[in-house]
């Protein structure tokens, strides 16, 4: 199957993804049903995402014009995460575009939309049925992209180290604030924040301040933001459960009621807590940002625009390591 024909494929699935198709419905719902952090609205969110960045034909063209697609398929292995619905989208599309036999592990957290998704493809063009697998088992495969947390690297390492691989760990993404930012900015970073609930890896998880940040004004433009989050009951629980342990342990925290800020040089923080920290040169501070290897983004004046964290392009690879590239060299 050309190029060509992927692509019209993929047009054709963004189009059945913003459908209103019964079996589709019922897919998004079983998905909700099954991981109490899917909802309907982050679901809908991933989808739209999905369709308006990844599966334009015009962007798919300018994207793989970059590329010399391989002559030769080879067996990958995919071990996708859960943290989000769909959110292993971006490496399926690599692989399905490079033609290659993919074998994809998925998520227990994450099993539904996907498999849904490669049945609808499966039915458009059974030549696929030789290309396109969901298997529990990735032994003899030529190559491997693995995404999990800092413990199963190691994990992955250990079995998949002899091979090709792209293994992915922890990443988080912080914001860069200047002290002078406007209520609309805010609002926008309420978006990197809170979708998801946080748990994505491009959710912004830390603000870097200037000594004396007054945060009222932040804290008063995230509240309605947070406050609906509050009507979740994990999220909800989370927050009576961080306020207990930041009172027990006399932690200073700052908070609007539905979000809390906790001064934290770690830029990883639990569900509705956000970390701070102070910097004098923001030079210095992006810089040892983008060298720690914990950072996936940077969002702020000059970094990613705010509100646009959780909206990745096709060329926004995940630990900033080429998915294309790699799968057209193997």
């Known amino acids: 199957m050309n190029i060509e024909k992927r692509i019209d494929l993929l047009k054709k699935l963004g189009q059945y993804m913003l459908s209103d198709d019964a079996d589709w419905v019922i897919a998004q719902q079983s998905a909700c049903n099954m991981n109490a952090w899917f909802t309907r609205e982050s679901v809908d969110l991933s989808i739209q995402n999905i369709v308006n960045q990844y599966l334009q034909p015009s962007l798919l063209k300018e994207w793989l014009a970059k590329y010399s697609l391989p002559i030769q398929a080879k067996k990958v292995g995919i071990i996708m995460a859960g943290n989000i619905p769909l959110v292993g989208f971006h490496d399926f599309l690599c692989c399905f575009v490079c033609a290659h036999y993919q074998y994809i592990k998925l998520s227990s957290k994450d099993d539904v939309l996907l498999r849904k998704l490669i049945e609808k493809l499966l039915e458009w063009e059974p030549n696929l049925n030789n290309e396109i697998f969901i298997a529990d088992n990735l032994k003899n495969c030529e190559a491997y992209i693995a995404t999990g947390n800092n413990n199963s690297a190691r994990y992955f390492e250990q079995y998949f180290g002899k091979y090709p691989n792209i293994i992915r760990r922890n990443r988080t993404s912080v914001a860069i604030l200047e002290g002078t930012e406007l209520e609309n900015e805010f609002t926008a970073l309420a978006n990197d924040v809170f979708s998801y609930y946080g748990l994505g890896c491009r959710n912004v998880t830390q603000l870097c301040?200037?000594?004396?940040?007054?945060?009222?004004?932040?804290?008063?433009?995230?509240?309605?933001?947070?406050?609906?989050?509050?009507?979740?009951?994990?999220?909800?629980?989370?927050?009576?459960?961080?306020?207990?342990?930041?009172?027990l342990n006399k932690i200073s925290f700052l908070t609007n009621d539905s979000l809390m800020l906790v001064e934290n040089e770690l830029p990883f923080s639990a569900v509705s807590?956000?970390?701070?920290?102070?910097?004098?040169?923001?030079?210095?501070?992006?810089?040892?940002?983008?060298?720690?290897?914990?950072?996936?983004?940077?969002?702020?004046?000059?970094?990613?625009?705010?509100?646009?964290?959780q909206i990745p392009s096709l060329s926004d690879y995940a630990d900033g390591v080429d998915t294309m590239a790699f799968l057209c060299e193997i």
């Open 209 to 247: 301040v200037p000594k004396g940040y007054d945060f009222s004004l932040l804290l008063e433009s995230l509240k309605p933001f947070s406050s609906e989050l509050m009507l979740h009951h994990k999220y909800k629980n989370n927050y009576d459960y961080y306020c207990a342990i930041y009172m």
């Open 273 to 309: 807590v956000l970390h701070y920290r102070y910097y004098s040169n923001m030079q210095q501070l992006a810089h040892e940002l983008e060298i720690s290897g914990n950072v996936q983004t940077i969002v702020g004046r000059g970094f990613t625009p705010f509100g646009t964290a």
